[in-house]
DNA sequence: ATATATATTTAGGCTCACCTAAAATAATAT
DNA sequence: ATATTATTTTAGGTGAGCCTAAATATATAT
């Protein structure tokens, strides 16, 4: 059994692997985990031991096979609530991320699966995230950046880069005469779309 | 702010207060949470603290108004969500109560109360028992036990006393062809009724 | 009333997941 | 290449929530 600590540090591998590439800092975990780095490399080197990351002495981590199913599931948890929270409690798309983050740990396959069913097997959550599937396979994403777009054309927002809920609010009242989803990409300051 | 354990405890001590009277001794608290028995004078001592009870040595505890109030809205939140997943997600009603054991403890008033919404404002949870309101208060329970009926009286079943899983599933076999829901007595071993 | 049984508490210990301070290692600047 | 700075690890410690074993208090039987 995983422990709520052991899922918190795996999806925040996960999301740094995403982000910055293969390996993963102490300190980039700790900062995203706001725990002591000195407390992330005792964990780490438990997780290690169980086979859910690969860890090399001041080297940083990687997630095993197992360790990346297991953060998927996570991932795949937190959206699905997301879709939930938003499509059938009418909760705003800057309101859900908290609670999620509590639902994602619920611990039931069958709930999984049924709520899955009950949201219409929904592809992405309410900020244009990619839902992973049971197995943890991703749906490809046709969705390109706002940039590749010209003046003039046609497209529809499908997703945010960035998910502070500042910049959801933000984007909500500037457009909200627009579609409300759409590719953002901070570090290019950008908002981007796809067709 | 209250923790997982303290929750699981409030809850144990308000149920015991219920079945068993006013005083809940240290034992039957151990035995429903199964805690050692030290652990769980531990533990009481610490909430007796926090004014969550009172506590005097060696006499058992009972719930402060603040504990009360705690204790009730987590009953709250574990009903609402075993009607979400009986009526939403197609659950049976004797799967719902280990899922509804994580849910209960979600912390966000909003959630709840527009869970509450979500569902229609329900009275009473899939085994017939009642939810309290948002400050703790019950509706009042019009029904009568079994026993208060007599051969060949027309009522409708609102709920059980027994909630095991097994006894769940029995009633849904043999009594399948009745309606869904009755009131039942396992220590006077009989099955009741309402109006 | 005393002996026996049961319930409760005390004392000491454990694991988990965190902490701070100091030491060791790695990266960067001169 | 060496000094400085930043990162990572080690060592020692903490509180929460549990444990066992032993001591004490309470209830029950004779």
Redesign the interface.
Known sequence: MTSLAEENYLKAIYKLQEKHGDIVSTSALAEMLEINAASVTDFIKKMAVKKLISYQKSKGVRLSEQGRQIALSIIRKHRLWEVW?VN????KWD?VH??AE??EH???N??IE??DE?LGYPKTDPHGDLIPDAKGRFAKNSSKPLLDHKVGDKTKFVGVAEHSNSFLQYLTKTISSWAMNCWWNPLRNSITVSR
Chains 1, 2 share one sequence.
């Open positions: 929270l059938k409690l009418n909760f309101e908290e609670i509590q639902l619920v611990v039931s069958e709930l049924q709520l009950h």
